[in-house]
């Protein structure tokens, strides 16, 4: 899911750009349910494809 940015994702998902930044470079690798949510939901896809995104390839 290549393609779109930290600060459009942070737009459409109303999640700081600076807490998506920690999650990215794993400052924060273990972000709220809530966190989680709002960002599948600006993506338009489920929390188990968010979650098969978790180790390997890049979501954003």
Do not use: W
Request: charged share 25%.
């Amino acid at each position: 899911m290549k393609g779109i940015s930290r600060y459009k994702l942070s737009r459409l998902s109303n999640v700081p750009a600076s807490t998506l930044q920690s999650i990215e470079n794993s400052k924060n690798p273990n972000p709220t349910f809530q966190v989680m949510c709002k960002i599948a939901d600006a993506l338009e896809i489920t929390l188990d494809e968010l979650r098969k995104h978790d180790k390997g390839s890049e979501l954003m």
